[in-house]
């Protein structure tokens, strides 16, 4: 008796990536910015730990300075963000973050600020976690090519093993997430305080960060260029073979 397999669908597949995505994520410092005139100003130390990322949990828009650098950051909600900003090399920094925001369709004005963060991810996790991130998007957006990139996808997840999440890194990638949480994680702290889910325990970054790099990177740049591969000669035999099978085809029928 043989026994099937069904893949993953898109939304499994993107339930899965969201809770890797919060595995990645190894610590969480909050960043205290004051007001300074007409931005809000502060200073950080950046620790020598896993991938260090700024998160700027803001609504509207604004410009973040980090030292001598400028950064825009945005989040209109559905129309789209750009809130996160590479944090390195680690060091004392100085921050400012000045705010402006958008008017909306009927002349409204909205803005909002509920913190600033530096993140620190487990890098090769996280790599991998952008990386399927953007093969996912375009599985979703191209019905044609969707059951090849889902087959691709789903064997660069099955190398990844996740026993376990912490209540923490939950209660933080719903937050400042990536890949779209699942509806039952968010209603997760809408029942309970995550005090209460303690019990719950971070992975094994070694192991995790291991099986990204070792396994699933590899598995999805395989993968993708075996598609490509296979693709390019579908076309050239579309382009070069087929008229001479309707060339020989219209000979034998003569």
Same mark, same amino acid.
């Given at each position: 008796?043989?026994?099937?397999? &069904? ?8 339930? %899965? ?7 990645? !994520?190894?610590?969480?410092?909050? #960043? ?31 410009? =973040? ?10 989040? @209109? ?30 002349? $409204?004005?909205? /803005?909002?600020?509920?913190?600033? +963060? /530096?993140?620190?991810? $487990? ?5 991998? /976690? ?18 090849? @990139?889902?087959? /691709? ?16 890194? =939950?209660?933080?990638? #719903? %937050? ?13 702290? &809408? +029942? @309970?305080?995550?005090? $209460? ?21 590899? !598995?999805? $740049? ?33």
């Amino acid at each position: 008796m043989s026994v099937g397999f &069904n893949l993953r669908d898109a939304v499994s597949v993107r339930t %899965k990536l969201f809770y890797l995505e919060a595995a990645s !994520i190894m610590g969480v410092d909050a #960043v205290n910015l004051e007001a300074c005139g007409g931005a809000l100003c502060g200073s950080v130390t950046v620790r020598d730990f896993g991938e260090p990322w700024f998160f700027v949990d803001v609504v509207g828009e604004g410009t =973040l300075r980090v030292d001598d650098l400028q950064f825009a950051v945005f989040n @209109y909600g559905d129309e789209g963000e750009s809130r996160w900003v590479r944090a390195s090399p680690p060091g004392r920094h100085s921050l400012s973050l000045v705010l402006s925001p958008p008017v909306r369709m009927f002349g $409204e004005r909205r /803005v909002g600020f509920n913190g600033i +963060y /530096v993140v620190y991810r $487990e890098p090769s996790l996280f790599n991998f /976690v952008l990386r399927t991130k953007l093969l996912l998007d375009v599985a979703e957006a191209f019905e044609d090519l969707r059951a090849d @990139y889902l087959k /691709v996808l789903n064997d660069a997840l099955d190398v990844i093993s996740l026993d376990s999440v912490a209540n923490w890194q =939950l209660e933080f990638a #719903v %937050k400042a997430h990536i890949v779209e949480p699942p509806g039952f994680v968010r209603d997760l702290f &809408n +029942y @309970y305080d995550p005090k $209460e889910l303690t019990h719950l325990r971070p992975p094994d970054f070694g192991e995790l960060g291991r099986a990204a790099r070792e396994g699933g990177v590899r !598995i999805l $740049e395989e993968g993708v260029e075996g598609l490509r591969v296979r693709r390019a000669l579908g076309v050239l035999f579309m382009w070069l073979v087929m008229p001479i099978l309707t060339l020989v085809g219209c000979g034998i029928g003569t």
